[in-house]
């Protein structure tokens, strides 16, 4: 692949899995195991579980935690990328498969350079297809970057760095199943390329996976799909049709939903009488109702070009927004699409409130966090609430990724950020009113993003060759559709992007006009947010924390930490401020208010206290010399008062005048260019007995010894001799 090669090897590992491939791309190895086994219930849906999980040994690390082993749930990271590894394989399982099956990829080698998460990917298609579970692949993953105005194939974390795209693309040999990546503002255009070019890439590994089934598949196992009742089939169509089409014209979800479940009561007791000797047969009349709903759905929008809300294909639900609703929070936002909402707020923190994150290439750092919750009221149910889900995980980085770009750069702006957007109501695309509430929360809290974001969700609707492109999807139009794609971005481009297709595939044109017509519904949106708030508020939240950065000497950080951090753990204590020390000096604190935030700056810099020229200390001798006494004048910083300067009269022994420990009053007279601090009691005696001290002068302007230096000097014959120079000769 490109410059570099990819292996897959069956046969050392893992030989009891029905499949089993280890893909190795340079130094990183990942092992990817495939089982099924049959299940002692029946159920009516696919058990498929993806498992992505990245062992520290593999980077030669050891764990950081209590148990010094991977334990617990697993990482945001390790979470992602199981649902990149789920989200392409799972609709080529053949309808009826029950069995569990089980997909497990491990992280057992890593260069920390080479991503892991395209080989897992590619590792599930490759178990998958050589062992006996039917399963309809191959397909396969690569990612793609762009930098100078060419793409990538799969870069290297270096690349990474300098490259304006970052996407993973699955697919087939006829057609693109998923993308999910972000990008620096990337033009449509450029990424309908980048989509296209990346699919192209794909045939190398579909041809390495048909070679090695060749070699070693196993003969898959048989699959007995339902049976079809036509009888209940024709009888559904005839009792159903007409209400479910009025039904579906409800326009309100919550009255929709109620009207759908009033035809499908009035319809089991109209089967159950039809059928009343075989009452079994009915089980699966919600199956059969909902294809028709399908059907209902899909003919009104091709034939009439109208959606269940009554929408043409690219109108925009009506938008309500508000901002700064909440009294104590840093920033706050309500964004309304229709029947989705989602209230999103933003909290500023210092840099100690970033997150650590353990990863294989080393512990690492965040300052922006996205987190997405989606309690059950927000769809009208009651059911358990637990830790985040698979899906509101992914639904954060999607929006994360998506406004990341337009962040401050954290030289000018040190805060640690963090949006939380809770979902009020859905029906379709909370993910993209997150990004978008997420924007105005930002800019209500005043941080100084570089332009708004905002997102969009398309669906698509394809019957026999023709396709519609549909804005703004709402849910029902997402799981009755053929695709679900969400773009978000600024006007000047994308900077996030997924998508997942349900068909076989969709031609590139309609790919673009897809992008295209996400632009123009984009822009609308901004259009709308930026009439509420044109820009990020000039100053931030009087409840969000207060920063200062101050300058030290490299000398004295040890100063201001003190032994065993005594001095810089009593600083927060008084004054409640975080404080990070740079070990160039600079130190950032961030205080709850500004009067914490003055006493927190005020006892930092008393550890860096600088002398000034011709200034009076009150100081204490520290250290008696033969030739002087040392005296602290301010904290950490001493002075030399020579003997000469201790008294207006001549002073044989420093003792006469001072002792260790005594308390002096001296002046600064010289300060010399290496920092050394000479200081004088006499002065400061002349002074006060009304006699004129010497002048104090900055060293640069003090005028040159009279006395003639270099080539002023008399020279030769010029110079007196003898009994010239005034006196007798002996």
């Not at 997909?103 to 080698?109: F, L, P, Q």
């Not at 070019?197 to 070699?215: F, I, N, S, T, Y």
């Not at 997942?500 to 309609?510: C, L, M, R, T």
Request: aromatic letters at 4%; glycine letters at 8%; one cysteine or more.
């Amino acid at each position: 692949m490109g410059d570099s090669e990819i292996i897959i090897e069956h046969g050392k590992l893992a030989l009891q899995a029905s499949g089993a491939v280890t893909v190795q791309w340079g130094d990183t190895v990942v092992l990817v195991t495939a089982t099924h086994q049959a299940l002692d219930r029946v159920v009516d849906f696919l058990p498929l579980t993806c498992n992505y999980q990245e062992m520290l040994y593999s980077a030669g690390r050891v764990p950081g935690n209590y148990f010094r082993r991977e334990v617990g749930r697993p990482s945001e990271h390790e979470t992602l990328t199981s649902r990149l590894m789920d989200r392409p394989i799972r609709p080529l399982f053949p309808k009826g498969c029950t069995n569990e099956i089980q997909v497990i990829a491990t992280v057992i080698s890593s260069d920390k350079e080479r991503s892991a998460d395209i080989l897992a990917m590619l590792g599930a298609s490759t178990a998958l297809h050589i062992s006996e579970i039917p399963f309809a692949g191959p397909i396969a993953a690569i990612r793609v970057g762009y930098r100078d105005g060419k793409f990538l194939l799969n870069p290297t974390a270096t690349e990474l760095a300098t490259s304006q795209l970052n996407m993973i693309l699955a697919g087939s040999r006829d057609a693109v199943v998923m993308v999910e990546g972000g990008a620096q503002f990337l033009s449509e255009d450029i990424m309908t390329e980048a989509i296209a070019w990346g699919h192209a890439q794909l045939g190398p590994l579909l041809d390495v996976q048909e070679d090695l089934r060749k070699e070693l598949g196993c003969a898959k196992f048989t699959v007995t799909p339902p049976t079809e009742d036509t009888a209940l089939i024709e009888a559904v169509a005839e009792l159903a049709t007409a209400p479910l089409k009025e039904a579906l014209a409800v326009p309100g979800k919550m009255d929709r939903r109620d009207a759908k479940k009033k035809v499908k009561h009035n319809l089991m007791e109209a089967l159950m009488a039809k059928f009343a000797e075989t009452p079994e047969r009915v089980r699966g009349v919600g199956e059969i109702m909902e294809k028709l709903e399908k059907k209902i759905v899909r003919q009104r929008i091709m034939t009439d070009k109208i959606r269940i809300d009554g929408r043409d294909l690219t109108t925009v639900r009506a938008l309500i927004m508000e901002v700064g609703f909440l009294p104590r929070t840093h920033g706050s936002a309500i964004f309304t699409r229709g029947e989705t909402k989602a209230m999103c707020t933003c909290t500023l923190g210092s840099t100690r409130d970033e997150q650590r994150v353990e990863t294989l290439a080393g512990d690492t750092t965040r300052r922006f966090l996205m987190h997405y919750n989606f309690p059950p009221y927000c769809v009208g149910e009651a059911r358990m609430l637990r830790a985040p889900s698979r899906r509101e995980v992914g639904h954060g980085a999607l929006s994360e990724r998506a406004l990341n770009p337009v962040l401050p750069d954290p030289d000018a702006f040190p805060f640690t950020i963090r949006i939380v957007s809770d979902i009020m109501e859905s029906n379709g695309s909370s993910s993209m009113a997150s990004v978008c509430g997420g924007t105005l929360a930002l800019m209500d809290a005043g941080v100084p993003i570089k332009t708004p974001i905002a997102g969009i969700a398309m669906g698509l609707i394809k019957e026999g060759d023709e396709y519609l492109v549909l804005t703004d999807i709402l849910g029902d139009e997402d799981h009755l559709g053929d695709m679900d794609f969400k773009v978000a971005g600024s006007r000047d481009g994308v900077t996030s992007i997924q998508m997942d297709i349900k068909i076989a595939g969709i031609p590139a044109e309609v790919m673009q006009k897809a992008l295209h017509q996400a632009k123009a519904a984009r822009v609308s949106i901004l259009d709308q947010m930026e009439a509420l708030i044109a820009a990020p508020r000039g100053e931030l939240s009087k409840f969000a924390p207060q920063m200062d950065i101050v300058h030290i000497s490299q000398d004295k950080i040890r100063e201001v930490i003190g032994p065993g951090g005594k001095n810089i753990k009593a600083i927060c204590e008084a004054t409640k401020a975080d404080i990070d020390i740079d070990d160039s000096g600079k130190i950032s604190i961030f205080a709850p208010d500004s009067v914490s935030l003055a006493k927190a700056r005020e006892m930092v810099l008393y550890y860096d206290q600088k002398a000034d020229l011709g200034k009076d200390y009150d100081g204490i001798v520290k250290k008696i010399m033969d030739f002087g006494a040392f005296i602290e004048i301010l904290p950490g910083l001493e002075g030399l008062c020579h003997i000469s300067q201790l008294d207006r009269d001549r002073v044989n022994v420093v003792t006469d005048v001072v002792q260790e420990g005594d308390a002096i009053r001296v002046r600064v007279i010289d300060i010399e260019p290496s920092g050394r601090i000479k200081l004088s009691r006499r002065a400061i005696i002349l002074e006060e007995l009304g006699e004129e001290p010497e002048p104090v002068q900055p060293r640069s302007d003090r005028p040159r010894n009279d006395r003639p230096r270099g080539g002023d000097r008399p020279r030769g014959g010029d110079r007196p001799r003898g009994g010239d120079r005034g006196g007798p000769r002996r």
